[in-house]
């Protein structure tokens, strides 16, 4: 094959840590002479990189990796790969369903995709599942936006949720050195990308793996310490974080978001459950006034922060007063956003072998309950936007409607108004909201702003 000929297409699932492996996966290709194809018929290396968070995830990966094998028949140039958490929960088991697979490789491997694919090269179908020390990446990420970019802070999860594949897929926690951090972050404001988000699946627990500790006997290295750490980056004008985990969000972390101005008043923490003896059985380790707690400390110095979440639905055993302790505390905290699922067994995970398992009509009966009230919620909630003047930072055309652009607020909603995506891309222009939606606002511009302004 000719290099000029080489092209790759990467579908992903899953969540921001599967977006943020892909672009670094695109970067390694493109670093090899590949070029993206959007479509992936006319792709000579086609990679998948899959989510198994939910029995639907896994299928979807499925019938996508059907299609694409049947293809490899006429064209026997093709490379099929299978990356990310199903490639590795499933491994071996894998390439013999799909025996038309050259490589399956786990989420920790990501970085190592060029060594990977010149063994494939050899002739061989390559598995690499085995867990490993994360290499930090040399090569560029290719990202897909020109304004806001992930920044992998720790790797894996030492949590043991009862429902949670997390952990078996993604490995123990492997913490980034707030210089590796820094350094990419600068690299970013250098390129001219102004909104980073730190990514981690239990980012509160960043630094407890890294050696040192403060005189007063506490971890050196924490998400707070980061923060202060990498704020006056120059360049980057917004800082988010995700996933917060209630059991070690702390007072501290608070204060520096309050603090620093470029820290976005924006907070994605699931509670999973409303119950108390619900959140016992998934080992949450928090109990829902804690919860609450965290909540109304937020609040109480930032009264207009942003707060999403995630929830389960119908765990193993809960019973309808149960489900209703979860609408309860949806009710009274009027989230902004907040990600609902039927809990779905997964394979290797303690809930899944419970024998009091919820049927799939009463999971699907609350869950249709619990969104109706997330969208009456998420209304109200919307409309303190109405009239306000909000900072938007524009990332791109609305793609319905090319006489608008479209960004983000400080809380992240998503919002509309009219002008040029030439002239305003990547700056922070003041709109006054003039209609509210649930999840998304459109506005006026009052002016555009190519510095911070806060
Ligand atoms: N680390 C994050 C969440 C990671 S998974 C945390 O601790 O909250 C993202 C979301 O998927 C979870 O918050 C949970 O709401 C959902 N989820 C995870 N396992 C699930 C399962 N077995 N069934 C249904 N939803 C699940
Ligand atoms: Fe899963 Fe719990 Fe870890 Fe989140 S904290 S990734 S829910 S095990
Ligand atoms: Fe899915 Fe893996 Fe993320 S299972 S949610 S892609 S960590």
């Not at 619900?278 to 380790?285: D, Q």
């Not at 809990?343 to 303690?350: D, F, V």
Request: include cysteine.
């Amino acid at each position: 094959m000719s290099l000029d000929s080489r092209r790759y297409h990467i579908t992903t699932y899953g969540c921001q840590m599967n977006k943020a492996d892909s672009e670094r996966m695109a970067g390694v290709l493109e670093n090899m002479g590949y070029q993206w194809s959007e479509n992936p018929d006319d792709a000579n290396l086609i990679l998948c990189n899959t989510c198994t968070i939910r029995d639907n995830a896994e299928h979807k990966v499925y019938s996508y990796l059907g299609r694409q094998a049947k293809r490899k028949h006429a064209q026997p140039d093709l490379t099929l790969v299978v990356a990310g958490c199903v490639a590795q929960q499933e491994g071996d088991a894998l390439l013999r369903r799909v025996p038309e697979l050259d490589l399956v490789m786990g989420p920790q491997h990501a970085n190592r995709l060029q060594d990977l694919l010149e063994q494939v090269a050899n002739g061989q179908q390559v598995l690499a599942t085995e867990p490993i020390h994360i290499v930090e990446d040399i090569t560029k990420p290719r990202r897909d936006s020109a304004v806001t970019a992930w920044v992998n802070v720790i790797y894996g999860c030492n949590e043991r949720c009862t429902y949670c594949v997390v952990p078996n897929v993604r490995g123990v926690e492997q913490s980034r050195t707030p210089e590796a951090i820094r350094d990419e972050m600068v690299q970013l404001g250098e390129q001219g990308f102004k909104e980073v988000t730190l990514l981690g699946q239990n980012i509160d627990a960043y630094g407890r793996d890294l050696p040192g500790t403060t005189s007063e006997g506490r971890h050196q290295h924490t998400l707070t310490d980061l923060l202060y750490f990498v704020h006056d980056v120059p360049g980057i004008e917004r800082i988010r974080f995700a996933t917060s985990h209630p059991r070690y969000f702390t007072e501290r972390l608070i204060q520096a978001c309050y603090e620093l101005p470029k820290v976005c008043e924006h907070f994605h923490i699931p509670f999973q459950s409303g119950d108390n003896d619900v959140l016992k059985a998934m080992s949450r380790g928090y109990t829902h006034e804690k919860y609450r707690r965290i909540i109304d400390n937020i609040r109480a110095i930032m009264p207009d922060a942003s707060i999403s979440a995630d929830a389960i639905v119908g765990f193993p055993g809960e019973t309808e007063a149960q489900f209703m302790n979860t609408m309860q505390l949806v009710e009274d905290i009027e989230f902004d956003l907040l990600n609902t699922a039927a809990y779905s067994p997964r394979p290797g995970t303690p809930a899944a072998l419970w024998e009091n398992q919820l049927s799939e009509a009463v999971k699907a009966d609350r869950l249709q309950r619990l969104n109706r009230l997330v969208g009456v919620c998420a209304e109200l909630r919307s409309q303190r936007y109405a009239n306000r003047i909000e900072e938007v930072l524009v990332e791109d055309q609305n793609p319905k409607d090319p006489t608008q652009v479209m960004g983000r607020t400080r809380g992240n909603r998503l919002t509309f108004f009219p002008g040029k995506i030439e002239e305003l891309r990547s700056q922070v222009v003041s709109v006054k909201v003039t209609e509210v939606r649930s999840f998304s606002l459109t506005g006026e511009p009052l002016s555009s702003l190519a510095t911070t302004v806060r």
